[in-house]
Structures are given as structure tokens and as C-alpha cells.
């Protein structure tokens, strides 16, 4: 599946991933359900809550949703329902509501019932005080937010489903609209697992390695000496506790040889008269990655057209100030020179051969891959995202899988994901020879900010957590991917959260927090923080009582 248009379901998808909270998709519009969409082969629900995001048109297609009404009734799977998405009479049923249309309104919010989900409710829904919004009749329910007469959220006597009149058009615009989103995960369920992200940063740094530096005149500049590292990235990463993401291309077209040679046996005098040493720059980087301040990650093999040899062409021994400055021929992933797509076949090889050059001169696998000047091929066949996926590959852009591609991010720099940024003062070593002291100057700036690298990042978007049907919490975090390395050699860090019903219950009983067997304090709040250690893939993480 791959997920593009910006709409509801792909601003949850993104959130669900970032926040690791595991799911499925059960497609409405395609598949006729049955209880066993719902239940394993014993009888006992597979989810904690479903939400139901579907278009008013597929929601009003008849009663399609008998075995989704079971599901929440008699097997206590909790529901979360937004907005238009109430239109169906059997989800009318499940959350106790009648649909009435909808209307513009204005007034003031009146919290009705004091519940975990009436925190800052007033906030957010003030933001919106005049649309167009649901209306709808709260017959057998609880309605905990009003604006005037009008229900804004209704939730169940016993606590497990709950409609909310959110914007379908702008919905999660703010961070107290997801964070209560979140809440409202945790109130049908009980608990969450919740990964977050406050002023966590990913700084990315292009282009180490690539030939266009030699031989494109619009782009030219000597690359970057391990003196320049040291003293103009590795020091303030240092000096600031920080990170740096360096995305390399590991081969180079050496123009005289004819041939594609590992970047980081070059040193010669290029066509510009200009000494290019990156046997320098790969000892800088070397200094970097083993004192854990650059992770190393994908930026295509050459930086340049796979086909170097037809018309227009070739670009092998073409004048510097000729055919060489034709920007085209150094994008790897779109064929710019030709305006067309280039064979998937071909995009694939060289993504592997990239992984694997870059394992063996840095001796780890990168997990993300940002291809040549932002150029890709988009025709089905020849999708560069689908192709980055089955390379091998955890992030473009968005997240990468065996289970769905997502082409685009968002919410970046807030809670619920970490702000992606490019080193200054351009995102390139480029940007580095003309101001060197951009990236300690911006370091400076920031303060406090935590840095991570996308190996990190790309670690907690794939960790595969499933609950153990049994009796309280019982939890496993399963780091066995690949893409998940990261989190076996270096702690993760965990957000646990209770619902107010499930902490009023664990207060009145003695319990305690395992990780892997070992007993740690139990603080009963909203919100707790943990952290795994490293070593092992898989994790156990339980609640229960210590009687």
C-alpha cells in the first residue's frame, strides 16, 4: 500500500507510526468484514480499540458493519469515531448517538463531566468556535463536551466508545488536538505504549562523496578535508551533544578511467584546476562515526545518471564547460538528462549496491535513503519510493515497509515527531566550504535541543510491539527487524499511560512494573517514563499485581 493523498487517514497512519502505537487497516471500501477481522482463533480480540475512519459515503452503503458491531459489544474492543464517520446507523448503535446533519455553530465550550478526556478541552476546541460541524443526538451516552446544545464528544457508560465532532477538513491542525487524540487511545483502552518526541531534532548533511563536486560547474567546491570536519562539525557536535546525519554516495565516476570506483579513493586535481582529496574527507568521517557523532546514510551510488553513454551524451570526456555543466546528469533516480523514468531494475541495483558499499567502507547498513537532488521516478513500475522499500531501505521521506510506503511526513518538530533539519546554512558540505562556522553558530542557537540520528528514528517506526492476550498488561517490544538495530545497541526510551478508570484500579491493589522480569517502582499517574536497555531483541513489559 502506498499511502500519498493528505488526508484523515494518512495524518493517523503518520501519527500511529511515530507515536509506535501498532496497527492494522481493514479496508471498508474493499473488503466485507467478518468477526475474525477482530478476534483470533481463540475467541479473544486481536485490537484494544478500532478507529473509524472512513468517507460519509462509504459510511452510508447499508449496514456493513454488523461484525464491527460485535467486535465493540460483546467482545469489549473499544471505538473511536470522528466527525462524519457517525453517519452509519450501526456505528450510531455502538456509540448510544442518532445522526442529525450538520450545521454552523458558535458558543461557548461547557465541559459536562469531568473525564481524562475533558483535559484542556476548553483550548482546543476554542480554536475552531465558528464551522461547520456534526450535529448529533446523544440518546444513550454520556455527553462530556457541549458547545451550547450541540454534543462536541460522547462517550459510553462504560467508557470504551467515543465520538468526537472533529474537522475532517483541517483535522489534528494543533498539537493539543493530537495530544488529546492520544488521550482518547488511551481512555478506550485503559493504557498506552506511547512513544514522543519534544524538541528532539534529525540534522542531515548531503552530498560526501559525490562526483558532481568535481565536475559540475554550477555546483563546484573542494570537498571537505578532515581537518574541516573536525574543526567545523565534529567539534560543535561535540561540544553541543550532538548529532549528525551524513548521507554519502559511496561510488564515483572517475571520468579519465571510465569507470565507477569507490568515492574515497580519489585525489586528484579536477577539470576546474582544484584539489580533491576524499581520501581526507573519508578519514574525517571515519573520525565522526567512531566517536558516535555521524551516522553514515544513503545518498544514492554515484549521484549521476546511469546512463552516461546516449544522446544527448555521453558525458564521458565532454568539456567541463559544456556538456558536463548540464545539471541533469548528476540525478540518479530521474532521468533529467532524457525527462523519463528510470528503469526499476536498474533503480534497485543501484540502491543495494549503494547499501552495501556503504557497509563495507563504514561498517553499518544505512536505513534511509535521500535520492540525488530530490529527484524520483513516480510511474508505477518504476516507483523510487516502493523500490527504496524493497532495497532494503526504512525512510524517504516518509516511512518505508513491508506493510505500506508513505510518501510525505508531517507534524515535524512537535511532540508527536522530531523536527527534521538540514545543516546550514544549505543542507549540503557545499554550504559548509563557503560558511564554516554555520553549523556551530546554529548549534549555539538551539540550546537544549536532543539530536538523534535517523538510524534512531527509523528503529522506532519499525519496532513491532504487540500486546499478550492475558489478564492486565502485558506487553512485548520486538526490535528483530533490521531497521531496528539501533534499539538493540542503545536503550529506548517509553511514555506508559493510564486512563483514569485504570488508574483508580491499580490504586486500590499493590502492583508493580516488570521489564524483562525485573521489578521496578510503579508511579499510578497519567503518565509515566521508562527506559529498555540494550542488548536484546525482544523486551517484556508488564503490569500487574504484586500479590
Known sequence: MVISEENLFK?????????????????????????????????LPLYGAIVLIASPEIMTRGDKLTPLLEAVNQHGIGLICLGDTARNPAV???????????????????VKSESFLTDRV??????????????????????????????????SKNGRAVWICEDLDT??????????????????????????????????????????????????????????????IIEPLKKHNAKLSVFVSPGFVNDEAGVVEPSWKRCFVDGFGVMQDYRSTKAGLDDGVRMGLLEIQ??????????????????????????????????????????????????????????????????????????????????????????????GFGWLDGY?????????????????????????PDGHDFGLTKDPNALMNYLSERGDAHYIGYSEYVAYLHANIRSQRMHGISLIIDFGSPLCTYLVQQPSHWDLRFSLRLQRKLRRTSHVLKINGEELPLTVLKRMSFSIPAGRRLHVVEVHSSN
Not at 533529467?336 to 549496491?353: F, G, H, T, W
Not at 547499501?355 to 553499518?364: K, L, S
Open 11 to 43: 495524518r493517523v497512519v503518520i501519527l500511529f507510526k511515530s507515536w509506535c502505537i501498532p496497527f492494522d487497516i481493514v479496508r471498508l471500501d474493499e473488503q466485507t468484514l467478518d468477526i475474525y477481522d477482530f478476534l483470533g482463533e481463540d475467541g
Open 92 to 110: 450510531q448503535k455502538m456509540l448510544g448517538i442518532e445522526w442529525l446533519g450538520r450545521t454552523h455553530t458558535s458558543g461557548p465550550i461547557v
Open 122 to 155: 476548553g483550548e482546543i476546541f476554542s480554536s475552531n468556535e465558528s464551522s461547520h460541524v456534526p450535529v448529533v443526538k446523544a440518546s444513550e451516552t454520556e455527553t462530556i463536551v457541549s458547545r451550547g446544545k450541540l454534543p462536541l464528544v460522547t462517550v
Open 171 to 232: 483535522p489534528f491542525r494543533s498539537q493539543l488536538e493530537r495530544e488529546w487524540f492520544r488521550q482518547a487511545i488511551t481512555e478506550v483502552i485503559g493504557y498506552s505504549l506511547i512513544k514522543t518526541w519534544d524538541n528532539h531534532i534529525l540534522l542531515r548533511m548531503d552530498d560526501p562523496g559525490t562526483a558532481q563536486n568535481s565536475w559540475l560547474k554550477s555546483w563546484h567546491y573542494p570537498t571537505l578535508s578532515r581537518a574541516q570536519i573536525n574543526e567545523y
Open 298 to 391: 544513503s545518498h544514492g551510488w554515484t549521484h549521476m545518471q546511469p546512463d552516461l553513454e546516449s544522446a544527448p551524451g555521453p558525458w564521458w570526456g565532454a568539456k567541463i564547460e559544456g556538456r558536463k555543466a548540464m545539471v541533469g546528469w548528476y540525478r540518479e533516480f530521474y532521468d533529467k538528462v532524457r525527462e523519463q523514468d528510470v528503469p526499476a531494475s536498474v533503480q534497485l541495483r543501484r540502491m543495494k549496491i549503494s547499501r552495501e558499499w556503504i557497509h563495507y567502507q563504514f561498517g553499518e547498513y544505512p536505513v534511509a535513503f535521500i535520492p540525488p537532488g530530490w529527484e524520483v521516478s513516480r510511474s508505477r513500475q518504476a516507483d523510487t519510493f516502493r523500490l527504496a522499500s524493497r532495497a
Open 400 to 424: 518505508l515497509g513491508e506493510d505500506m510506503v508513505i510518501k510525505g511526513w508531517m507534524f515535524s518538530g512537535t511532540e508527536d515527531v522530531p523536527e527534521f533539519k538540514k545543516v546550514p
